[in-house]
Nanobody
């Protein structure tokens, strides 16, 4: 079965950097685009970034453009989100996600808190 396990979330100061990781299994990883989403309390889940099967970024949310970078390693079945110049507004639970053509799968999420 599809499994997505995120890691790397923690408390970080404004202006700091953080790298999130997502370990994927249970499907043909190299054959699927991957996405990162985030959700803050009281807000809808929003897509932060997405990447093609061969590692080209598809899109970034306007709020993170120029600060976040999505990447993947097909040999390791991993997808990453490098987050720089973090702001308090980036505080959220971050989720790795894949759509297999029928349904979207989610990891359990990893919390990121940006605060001094």
């Amino acid at each position: 079965q599809v499994q997505l396990v995120e890691s790397g979330g923690t408390l970080v100061q404004p202006g700091g950097s953080l790298r999130l990781s997502c370990a994927a299994s249970g499907f043909s990883f190299a054959g699927r685009a991957m996405s990162w989403y985030r959700q803050s309390p009281g807000k809808e889940r929003e897509r932060v970034a997405a990447i093609t099967t061969d590692g080209l970024p598809i899109t970034y949310a306007a709020s993170v453009e120029g600060r976040f970078t999505i990447s993947r390693d097909n040999a390791k079945n991993m997808v990453y989100l490098q987050m720089d110049s973090l702001k308090p507004s980036d505080t959220a639970d971050y989720f790795c996600s894949v759509y297999d053509g029928i349904q979207r799968y989610w990891g359990q999420g990893t919390p990121v808190t940006v605060s001094s």
